[in-house]
């Protein structure tokens, strides 16, 4: 992708800015990631994976479908040759806005194929990042093999593995961690140094740009440079603040769907906890049923959900609130003769928000005893009241995942298992409300 010639010194430093769409490669003709400006599939490909996404529609909608295309089992090419005037965001709103776009379809993507993402919501490519680079004079030199007192034939140069020292001290993480050690500078003398230090640094990454960006010659001044270094300094943190809003918006369940209730048909009391539920069939419906009925109530609903990559321990990770997500987990025990037993698992799981909100209160906790010559109790009662109104949260959360549980069980045509009551008699199942065909054995469809 080949910007064209710049009208002005500003159109020049957005393209020698970074954040512009680049390849990913595997191999010299094998890449992982083609931009979409540059791309061409043939038709049966496109159309057997489904085409593009339509729910991305400010970026992301490439990355997915190469993604896609390569979880088919299919290779996508790279064509050198292949070449495309590609027309930048040429203002600073415009650029600023587009990477505003390029985290929030990050955060898009990491709902859809969670597996390819890191704990901070970036992209974990197994290939070659083509682009402008960054630091990598300093810490990525190549290494050239001479051979034996310098005879070797062949000569090549070697690039060394992308180090990711430099996207670390320009990530957003980074820099919310220099304010906070600025602010905890305040009260710890010692500890003053360390923000200008880690500030240091990421203005080291941007000052590398600036020294290493391409810079059309009759634009290059003093002034595009810093140009060029302010840019590279803002853009991973408007893509990550970005990132991190829009997970965080999007990665939370309606308050109306939570508070809502399943209508189930009237049971007995259940005995026992929220976590476990057991259901069988003497019919051959195994767990993929209830998947399947569960993954149509999510939708229906309007849930926040995640699916199994192959590489979670959970089946299905719903998004509930501001605190807490459930983890769902399924097995289904095989008798004979079409007798399932079905286990349900439920785990909450403690969300970024939850930590980040518990760290900043036992530090206040911990600075608190530090500086005191007594143990006050008193100080321990808010964080006591917090935790109470986490575990609280957790428990309606876990409670209406359960409802939705059961009544998709209802659906697929499982019956609940109960335990007995003290009295000694068991309880009664309940008949199942909703029509199910149960003569058709074919498993549902579940989501890829």
């Known amino acids: 992708n080949i910007t064209p010639p710049a009208k002005n010194w500003i159109q020049a430093c957005v393209a020698a800015a970074p954040g512009g769409p680049s390849h990913v490669l595997l191999t010299d003709v094998v890449a992982e990631h083609i931009p979409g400006c540059n791309m061409a599939f043939y ?30 089992g299919w290779v996508i090419s790279f064509s050198p040759t292949a070449i ?3 027309y930048r965001r040429f203002t600073l709103r415009a650029f600023l806005k587009q990477q505003d776009g390029y985290g929030e379809a990050e955060s898009l993507l990491r709902f859809k194929h969670l597996i390819f993402f890191g704990p901070t919501g970036t992209a974990k490519w197994r290939g070659q990042i083509y682009g402008t680079p960054r630091f990598s004079w300093f810490v990525n030199r190549p290494v050239i093999y ?18 990711d020292v430099a996207a670390y001290l320009s990530s957003i993480e980074w820099f919310a961690l220099t304010i906070f050690l600025f602010g905890l500078g305040i009260f710890l003398p010692a500890l003053r140094i360390v923000p200008y230090l880690m500030l240091g640094g990421t203005l080291c990454v941007a000052l590398s740009y600036m020294v290493r960006a391409s810079i059309e010659p009759k634009f290059d001044t003093a002034g595009a440079r810093l140009l060029v270094m302010f840019l590279a300094f803002a853009q991973p943190l408007v893509r990550g603040f970005s990132r991190y809003f829009t997970w965080l918006h999007f990665k939370r369940t309606p308050t109306s769907v939570i508070r809502a209730h399943e209508h189930l048909p009237e049971r007995g009391r259940f005995v ?4 476990r539920r057991v259901f069988w069939s003497d019919q051959g419906r195994d767990r993929h049923y209830l998947l399947g009925a569960i993954f149509e109530l999510l939708d229906e609903e309007g849930w926040r959900y995640s699916t199994d ?4 321990e959970w089946d299905i990770q719903i998004y509930g609130n ?34 980040i909100f518990n760290l900043i209160a036992l ?34 959360l876990k409670s209406r995942v359960a409802e939705l549980v059961d009544l998709a069980a209802h659906r697929a045509g499982l019956q609940r298992v109960m335990r007995k009551s003290k009295s000694g008699e068991s309880m009664a199942t309940s008949q199942v409300e909703v029509p199910v065909n149960t003569v058709d054995q074919v498993s549902p469809n579940l989501p890829r």
């Open 43 to 72: 038709r049966w490909a496109f159309e057997g994976i489904g085409g593009f996404d339509t729910e991305y529609r400010k970026a992301g909608d490439d990355v997915d479908f190469c993604w896609r295309l390569q979880q088919a």
């Open 146 to 163: 001479h051979g034996i007192f310098g005879e070797g034939f062949f000569q090549s140069i070697y690039p060394t593995p992308q180090s």
């Open 309 to 312: 990559s192959g590489w979670n």
């Open 363 to 396: 530090s206040l906790l911990i600075y608190r005893q530090l500086n005191i010559s007594h143990v006050d109790l008193w100080f321990l009662v808010p964080y006591l009241l917090f935790l109470v109104f986490l575990w609280t949260r957790a428990r309606l």
């Open 322 to 355: 501001f605190w807490w997500s459930i983890a769902l987990q399924t097995v289904t025990e095989y008798h004979g003769g079409g007798n399932c037993l079905t286990r349900v698992r439920l785990r909450n799981r403690f969300v970024t928000t939850t930590i």
């Open 84 to 86: 495309v005037w590609h």
């Open 272 to 275: 026992g906890g929220l976590s």
